[in-house]
């Protein structure tokens, strides 16, 4: 078919590539360039892979030689190219996706979908979000949905007013419309920092409008309205982790006569979460510090609702507009109460002293919006009040004042639920609030609402019902817009997750596209500077173009921040030039990639659409170190590697990295010559008792004799010293009896030797030649200090004038 792109190639066409090249190296970071190294020493071992051509799985191991003795691996040390996936073994047989704490001996990373070159990075083109048959929730409320680094598309949701204990939190793929993996879901909430449990394990209720705030510094930290059973506060999701990651309490549970029972949930301004209880007083959290404010729980801006000991939820939501936080309120028999916050002044807004009532008696609300002029400013705040008839909108500007509220809300059934809108600019560019409804004769519907025309959107039936979802029984709650395919994810009170297109209204949402996070220096991690030469391209792969409406379909190129660098158009073979792009001026780079789709086809009996992103470079590289042993007896370390990919198997160089043995394992090595006090052989031989001293007694050789000799040659230090030879000129015979031997530490041995003299006195002075054992080739041998031995005649005086090893001074000889 016209532009697709298989990525199945058959065993035969793989045998038609050459194996891959896997090039090992090693640094030294504790001793950058040194070579051999020293122990302790951490090394950076780098495998640079050059693969073949063949596109598909590319698999690269390394068994950690020696490990966890002669080097152990350094823990958080892995490095791979964006795209392959680490994994760990402590045992080198299972790999497992969690690093260990300790005790890993063999690494793994694997790029599921490697591409020709390396130089490149693949995502899945999102497929349009189907209705969704698992267990989303039939309280689930609003859905987020949350785009991962590493390509991962995920919807999170919350049950809503769900007791403590009960499992809660639902992710569900959308890149395979099924449950994500780390289930079964529901699974419970936390307060204690770790994993999500399972079961009935959770000790967090859920409030009964749930927004939702993210971590600036961390988009996939997702904050949360909770209720525990002593306070109200902000919990804290971990969703790329699948974990718990904190609770911090805002002010505490219960109170008379008006009682903190709940809260509603967050929105955040200038750093800071703002949330209102069940009193309707004012709460606050600082982000980046995760402590409250100083000095709230603030006075309250509205009338209290289930404040009553031992109520319930609070019935209401907030919103923001000119930097202030508006909050609805349903007390007790109405009307609804909508006021304002100030944080600059952490009181109520100015016009704002008296809440505005909003709705008749007897009315509640759900929701709170932001009203909008048609250029697109913040003009101030609606509430939408539930009553026997259509749904009432009551609006007022920033200072206080009522403004027109938006239409279309009179054409909605009797007694129909409205909760808080998703406002977005929509792809015509217009800037568009997106209404969900249900109750009363209404199943479930969208209303939509167009700021910029002020008008009820064009095209869009207000509301529009979603016949093809769950027979159109959806009951909406809420609406989560993927910026990259332009799509509303919804879900309602049916617990069903769908997708809801922002110009038509139509369900499923037939668009397509993926966000790609590329990095090229992230592809290497040897630290050099120049393995990034030009950005490429991008290219649509395994689609068939004729389904694709091109023309319709847009791409932006942002930087990490979300500055446009450019914005090419696809070309007719499906690609996007991005060589004008400096890689000097934009090191990292966002593809966004929007498509109109013409058919779903593609998407269909396993086929994975993608779009890859490459760019000019150097093989791309794994990394990870390891220090090495402190014992003596490692005297260097060895490395290799392997992998596999679609044209076979392949093995890397073989490393060895020598090792210096610091002073702490050198051999200590001493040498003591004496002569025997006796002319006897017996007595002067090995195991003779001597006497043995640094000269002989005047006369005892007489004018001419035989002189006997013993060299002692002790090793002190920590390890063996090998090579050990004999160092004696005047006597060439100890050399030849002492030949060549190795001392293990704290050994020693006696090499005995004599010599016919036929002048007296004679000093014969000694050494020895050793180096360490084990020590790198080409070590130069290192000599000890010499020791000697005096025969005398009989005009000898006694002493030794040229012994250093007996620590004496000097003695002059007279002849």
Known sequence: MLGMVNASVSADAHSAYAASVLTKSAQ????????????????NWVLSYADSGARGVASITDQIAGAPGSQSYVPGSLRTPQGWVPNWSTDGTTFGATEPATGTVAVRATNPDAHPG??????????????????????????????????????????????????????????????????????????????????????????????????????????????????????????????????????????????????????????????????????????????????????????????????????????????????????????????????????????????????????????????????????????????????VVGCFAIDGTPIAAPGGFGSVANGALTFNPETVTAPNGHLQSYFPFWGGSLAGGTGCWDWTASAVCAGFPFPKTHPNVNGGATRDYGYDYDETTECLVALGDAGVLFSVDPATGGSPCVRSGASVNLTPGAFYCDGGTSHVQAYRDAKLENITLTNVDLGNSTATVTDPGGTVIATPAFAPDGSLDLSGISVAANPAIVVNARLVLLSTAD??????????????????????????????????????????????????????VPIAPGTECQPVVTVNKEICQDTRASRCGPGGPGPWAKTTPVG???????????????????????????????????????????????????????????????????SATFTAAGAPPNTPPTTTAPSSATACSLLCILGNPNDQSAGRAPVRTAL
């Open 28 to 43: 030294n970071t504790t001793h950058p360039g040194a070579s051999p190294a020293s122990h302790g020493d951490v090394i």
């Open 118 to 391: 390396g130089t490149n990075l693949a995502r899945l083109l999102l497929p349009p979000v189907q209705t969704q048959p698992t267990p989303t929730g039939g309280d689930g409320f609003t859905a987020y949905v949350y785009r991962g680094p590493d390509g991962e598309v995920e919807a999170w949701n919350t049950y809503h007013h769900l007791y403590h204990a009960a499992p809660k939190v639902v992710c569900t793929n959308l890149l395979t419309n099924s449950p994500c993996a780390g289930g079964p879901w529901p699974r419970p909430l936390n307060t204690a920092v770790g994993p999500l449990g399972a079961g009935f394990t959770g000790d967090i209720q859920s409030t009964l409008a749930p927004q939702y705030v993210t971590d600036p510094a961390y988009p996939g930290k997702l904050f949360y309205a909770a209720v525990t059973t002593t306070s109200v506060g902000v919990g804290c999701l971990d969703m790329p982790n699948r974990a718990n990651c904190g609770y911090v309490p805002l002010t505490a549970f219960g109170g008379s006569p008006s009682a903190v029972n709940g809260m509603a949930g967050f929105v955040a301004v200038d750093g800071k979460m703002y949330g209102v209880d069940t009193t309707g007083k004012v709460l606050c959290l600082t982000i980046a510090s995760l402590t409250p404010c100083a000095g709230q729980p603030y006075t309250a801006v509205v009338p209290g609702n289930n404040d009553n000991p031992g109520g319930a939820n609070y019935l209401g939501s907030l919103t923001l507009a000119g930097g202030k936080v508006f909050a609805s309120s349903s007390p007790s028999g109405g009307p609804v109460r909508l006021g304002c916050f100030d944080p600059a002044t952490t009181a109520a807004c100015t016009g704002w002293a008296t809440p505005k009532t909003v709705g008749p008696a007897g009315s509640y609300s759900y929701a709170a919006f932001t009203s909008y002029g048609t250029d697109g400013s913040e003009r101030g705040a609606c509430a939408p009040v539930v009553t026997g008839g259509p749904p």
């Open 603 to 656: 998407f269909t009996g396993g086929n994975q659409p993608n779009i890859v992103v490459s760019y000019q470079g150097d093989a791309p590289q794994l990394c990870f170190k390891t220090k090495l042993s402190s014992a003596c007896s490692v005297t260097s370390v060895t490395n290799t590697a392997s992998g596999t990919d679609p044209a076979g198997a392949f093995t890397s160089n073989t490393v060895t």
């Open 700 to 766: 005892l050789l007489g004018l001419l004799g035989t002189a006997y000799w013993r060299i002692t040659v002790t090793n002190s230090g920590g390890v063996a010293a090998a090579g050990v030879t004999i160092n004696d000129q005047v006597v060439p015979g100890c050399v030849s009896a002492g030949g060549t031997f190795t001392l293990a530490p704290g050994a020693s041995k006696q090499v005995f030797c004599s010599t016919f003299l036929v002048l007296l006195p004679l000093t014969n002075t000694a």
